[in-house]
């Protein structure tokens, strides 16, 4: 027998993670973070302790790496050409982008929305990402008001709640509406808040 490449180890190790991170997120938001012990998810996932604390150091850290991974797949679409100013393209891509992740994912974002809406969790939420939060909405703010809008703080918390809404509708009704002009209809609407004002 061939000893592993390194390729290979690598390829076991994103195996193995992927592994303890959905068992541990279905845990986490069926049972409550705090009642899912780590027994718990290593025999839900059919693994020993000691491989799981190889990846991980404690309970916590794979809540954190779950948050993370959420929170990423959300917004690292945002601002890709990187100057800190949105364009309508941009909006646009994020947005097809997000839709995509939850029609295709939707057992993973059923989970997230359960898990980060636990007050305890939603309060670790609030303080791991306050800033990155305030960021994001900075720039959703600033395209707004640059694009006309007379009500800025209004228009983002409209946009904010239709892209949200929509999110949910994706994640509890995914066949209710067509793919595709469901994206469309929302992106739409979006841009048509800001340019009524």
Request: aromatic content about 10%; glycine content about 4%.
């Amino acid at each position: 027998m061939c000893p592993r490449t390194s390729e290979q180890f690598e390829t076991i190790r994103q195996e193995k993670t992927k592994l303890i991170l959905d068992t541990a997120l279905e845990l986490f938001a069926e049972k409550g973070f705090h009642q899912t012990s780590i027994n718990d998810i290593t025999r839900k996932a059919g693994i020993s302790k000691g491989l799981l604390y190889n990846y991980f150091e404690s309970k916590d850290e794979v809540l954190k790496s779950i948050i993370q991974t959420g929170y990423d797949a959300a917004y690292d679409n945002l601002d890709l050409s990187g100057d800190h100013k949105l364009a309508s393209e941009e909006i646009v891509n994020f947005l097809h982008i997000t839709f995509r992740s939850v029609r295709e994912n939707p057992k993973f974002w059923k989970l997230y929305s359960a898990l980060v809406m636990q007050p305890e969790i939603l309060e670790i939420v609030k303080m791991e990402y306050s800033q990155k939060a305030l960021e994001i909405q900075k720039l959703f703010y600033d395209f707004i008001r640059e694009s006309g809008s007379i009500a800025p703080e209004n228009d983002l918390i409209a946009i904010s709640s239709l892209i949200k809404g929509a999110h949910l509708i994706l994640i509890t009704a995914p066949d209710y509406f067509q793919e595709g002009k469901f994206e469309e209809t929302i992106i739409d609407a979006c841009f048509r808040l800001i340019q009524k004002s």
